[in-house]
């Protein structure tokens, strides 16, 4: 069975400050998605990564594939309260097999 | 991003009754679309994968008699909880497998969500 770890799952912090999210597992995937989700909402995918090595930036968050393509980081710079959420990872595979997802980490972002 | 749409947003019914759950692809095709459940302050639990002109593969612990899928073309799958029940109530989430293009011969595989659907059993 594969899996995926996510860490920390609860996170608190203050506007300006920055975090790291990651995203393991013992598993090879083909491609890796984060995801944010916000109360009462479907998840809005935020990144695609699917080379070994591959980093991507959007705006303020930087995401890292992994040299072995086993994990993952999600790193924000100067939070802001708009960032505030449940931040989620799956794994993908296969067109047509299931994606693995992680148990998400929930952000706060404290104004 | 490839866009996704479920209807209706919100549902409440009796004990009993039947809901149908309809998940669509608006501007783009999926031959096979995911349809999820999700509990307060939990990640998502997988409960099918529905894939266009067969049947339905259900994850262990999902009652395929309870939750009947139906993926009768390449934009529409519809999920319908059967006979709902209140501890049927929850936060159901579907997701069209997409394959994307890496830049260059190799493609890779993407899911967009649907924004959800709530579904309250009395």
């Known amino acids: 069975t594969q899996l995926l770890e996510q860490s920390p799952q609860f996170l608190s912090i203050q506007e300006g400050e920055n975090l790291t999210v990651y995203c393991n597992s013992s598993?090879?995937?083909?491609?890796l998605q984060w995801y944010r989700q916000e109360p009462g909402e479907g998840p809005v995918l935020l990144v695609t990564?699917?080379?070994?090595?591959e980093v991507k930036k959007l705006k303020r968050l930087t995401f890292q594939f992994g040299d072995a393509r086993k994990d993952s980081s999600l790193h924000i710079t100067a939070a802001q309260t708009g960032d505030t959420g449940l931040y989620l990872c799956a794994g993908g595979r296969n067109y047509g097999q299931n994606f693995v997802f992680g148990p998400g980490t929930r952000l706060s972002v404290l104004p | 991003g490839a866009v996704v749409s479920q209807h209706p947003s919100w549902v409440i019914c009796k004990s009993g009754t039947s809901v149908k759950i309809e998940c669509r692809s608006l501007d783009f095709q999926a031959t096979t679309m995911f349809w999820y459940r999700q509990f307060p302050k939990q990640s998502l639990m997988l409960m099918a994968t529905?894939?266009?002109?067969?049947?339905?593969?259900?994850e262990q612990g999902v009652e395929k008699d309870k939750f009947l899928i139906n993926h009768a073309s390449l934009t529409l799958s519809t999920l319908t909880v059967t006979s709902a029940h209140p501890e049927d109530s929850s936060f159901y989430i579907c997701?069209?497998?997409?394959?994307?293009?890496?830049?260059?011969?190799?493609?890779?595989?993407?899911?967009?969500f649907g924004p959800g659907t709530r579904l309250t059993v009395l």
């Open positions: 990564v699917v080379t070994g090595g």
């Open positions: 529905s894939n266009e002109g067969s049947k339905a593969t259900y």
């Open positions: 997701s069209a497998n997409v394959l994307g293009l890496a830049g260059g011969p190799s493609s890779y595989n993407e899911q967009f």
């Open positions: 598993s090879v995937f083909s491609s």
